[in-house]
């Protein structure tokens, strides 16, 4: 195989990630990354690194939408100094009921998967956007779309269908989860020897954990949309469903139209609840962890709430899993936030859990678990580009 260079497209509900990645037998070389986030604000971020990690751009443009972001990326990829990209993947949360494999985008495609933009609301429409744009702007190379629904498609019927009437199951109404190419790349680096139990907590701005068995999904918090599971940072998680009327009926008082209603209730439940709603403060783990130095005690409450939530749910998943072999913390937060890893797995030694002190004194991939503990307790880095680039090789090759 000669060298192809592969382009990963990764977009968030605010922000556009990309990397170059050149590709060849059994090599994968990064030699450029980048981001623009905080689209939709003054306080736009835009950055480039070169391939060993040397920022050659750090900007704070105004980004008023994403064609204006999405035009960032472009250009500097236009520039002339990285190759022009032989493929591009791009990451997409959910394709709903239909689309659940990894596959080459056509024009219908994209359609098929819009039509579904109720399962992943502030990830779809900017995904869909910049698959329109990467096939008009690239049109002579193929783009490749890879789902996070995808390692998640082992779940066993019990643990997707939802307890509802059957007329809103047969809409595909279910549980998908999501994070799940985070989670293929975490299986990825522990091959050859992965656990046969396995759980992995992703603590990112989005939080959610899965139980893996054999390398396979078992289960994952995630629902029918990334606002379902555990608390995270603007997310309720799951939460009672008379909440939801209530919220809904308070608002529709103010709001009579049903579409606009229905909106105002996802913003509070998706944009203004998990850390953010409990603090009142903010969503960033970093400004909490200060807050709660200074004495805050909403702040105190909001990351209590977190890391009782993460616990509970790695309680019910050693049932689930019938016990326990490896536990992996990854994301900004399960990465870089000793403190939570320490207070999540704090009252978790009666399911073998023990983590050592020193060792978790680290921020990045390590085992932080005590030497004799039954479970081991790692760090690893999510490397989803690097899986997108793993599946578009793949594709091509078929
Ligand atoms: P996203 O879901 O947007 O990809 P990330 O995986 O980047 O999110 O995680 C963002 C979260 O990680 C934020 O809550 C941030 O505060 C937290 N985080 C990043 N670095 C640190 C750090 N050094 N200490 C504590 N938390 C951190």
Redesign the pocket.
């Known amino acids: 195989m000669t060298t192809l260079p592969i382009l990963v497209l990764n977009s ?1 509900s605010s ?1 556009i990630k990309f990397s170059l990645y050149e590709a060849s037998d059994g090599a994968r070389n990064r030699i450029v990354e980048g981001a623009v986030d905080g689209i939709g604000t003054d306080l736009g971020k835009f950055w480039i690194k070169d391939a060993v990690g040397e920022k050659q751009v750090d900007q704070t443009p105004v980004l008023p939408n994403r064609s204006v972001a999405f035009k960032l990326v472009t250009d500097a990829l236009n520039s002339g100094e990285v190759p022009a990209p032989a493929a591009i993947g791009h990451r997409m949360v959910s394709g709903g009921p239909t689309v659940l494999e990894n596959q080459r985008i056509t024009p219908q495609l994209i359609d098929e998967m819009e039509s579904y933009s109720a399962f992943a609301p502030l990830h779809t429409p900017i995904a869909i956007y910049i698959m329109r744009e990467a096939l008009r702007m690239f049109p002579s190379i193929p783009n490749f779309v890879c789902l996070d629904t995808y390692f998640h498609r082992t779940m066993p019927e019990v643990v997707k269908h939802m307890p509802i009437p059957e007329e809103y199951s047969a809409m595909g109404v279910r549980r998908y989860g999501a994070h799940g190419v985070s989670y293929e790349s975490i299986v990825y680096q522990l091959q050859p020897n992965v656990p046969d139990k396995l759980i992995v907590a ?6 959610s954990i899965s139980a893996i068995r054999n390398g396979q999904c078992l289960d994952t918090s995630m629902g029918l949309t990334p606002t379902g599971g555990i608390i995270s ?1 603007t997310r309720t998680g799951d939460i009672d469903p008379g909440v939801l009327i209530f919220i809904l009926r308070r608002i529709a008082k103010a709001t009579p139209d049903a579409d606009e209603a229905a909106d105002k209730l996802e913003t509070v439940v998706s944009k203004r609840s998990g ?1 953010l709603g409990v603090s009142g403060l903010s ?7 200060e807050a709660i130095k200074a004495g805050n005690a909403k702040a105190r409450l909001a990351v209590d709430k977190f890391c009782w939530t993460i616990a509970r749910w790695i309680g019910s998943y050693v049932a689930e899993l019938n016990g326990l072999d490896m536990l992996v913390f990854t ?8 403190d ?1 890893r320490a207070e999540i797995c704090a009252g978790l030694g009666t399911l073998g859990i023990f983590v050592d002190q020193a060792r978790n004194s680290v ?1 990045g991939p390590a085992v932080i678990s005590t030497e004799n503990s039954p479970v081991t307790v790692r760090v690893l880095s ?1 490397l989803e580009d690097l899986m997108i680039v793993n599946h578009v090789v793949r594709l091509m090759s078929e």
Do not use: K, T, W
Not at 202 to 207: I, K, Q, R, V
Not at 331 to 338: K, L, M, R, V
């Open positions: 968030g922000s992703h603590l990112g701005n989005g939080a940072g850390l969503n960033d783990m970093r400004d909490l962890r994301g900004g937060i399960g990465e870089n936030d000793i939570s921020r999510p």
